[in-house]
């Protein structure tokens, strides 16, 4: 070989073979993570799908609606959403309000909603759309009320069911809502 030729690159029948081979193994690992990605977000939204249609259940819009009365008669400073705080400040004093396992079940399928985003079943910002501001938004008041109550009672020590309702909380904060920290009302914005 002579300075100024061009070198000749020469390769081996088996090199030739190989690249082949290692080219469609980089597409398919490739295409396994693709796949991969891909079937998870749509579990995702087959699980948001499914809770919507548990939202929308007749036994969940019952229990809405009387979760909402609870609601309407904590704005208006009524007994009854005060005999559901002081119940839960005090379980084992106060006997059972009206309304009290419709508000536990209410909280409860927030608390599994905040536990499906939290494990990465469903999209926090597709959930902040589905639930927040059409729906959490309007149970929110009487959920911090809850909260508050117990706090000023045991110093802060929240069971977990209600600790869940302020990361579900923190959550839609971070895609804008925004949740007064009084048990007064919750206003939005962006």
Not at 129 to 145: G, I, M, S, W
């Amino acid at each position: 070989m002579t300075v100024g030729e061009p070198t000749r690159i020469r390769m081996t029948f088996a090199e030739i073979i190989s690249l082949p081979s290692l080219s469609i193994f980089s597409l398919s690992l490739s295409l396994s993570f693709w796949t991969f990605f891909q079937q998870r977000r749509m579990s995702g939204r087959a699980q948001a799908t499914r809770l919507h249609e548990v939202w929308w259940s007749d036994d969940m819009v019952a229990v809405r609606d009387r979760v909402y009365s609870l609601c309407r008669d904590q704005a208006h400073g009524g007994p009854a959403a005060a005999a559901l705080v002081s119940y839960y400040v005090r379980p084992l004093e106060e006997p059972e309000p009206p309304g009290r396992a419709a508000f536990a079940k209410l909280v409860g399928f927030f608390d599994n909603l905040e536990a499906c985003i939290s494990s990465g079943l469903v999209d926090e910002r597709l959930a902040w759309r589905l639930f927040c501001e059409a729906h959490y938004l309007d149970y929110q008041p009487l959920v911090a009320a809850v909260r508050d109550a117990i706090c000023s009672h045991r110093g802060c020590k929240l069971p977990p069911w209600l600790e869940m309702t302020r990361e579900l909380e923190a959550r839609f904060s971070r895609q804008g809502t925004k949740f007064l920290p009084s048990s007064n009302s919750a206003v939005t914005g962006k």
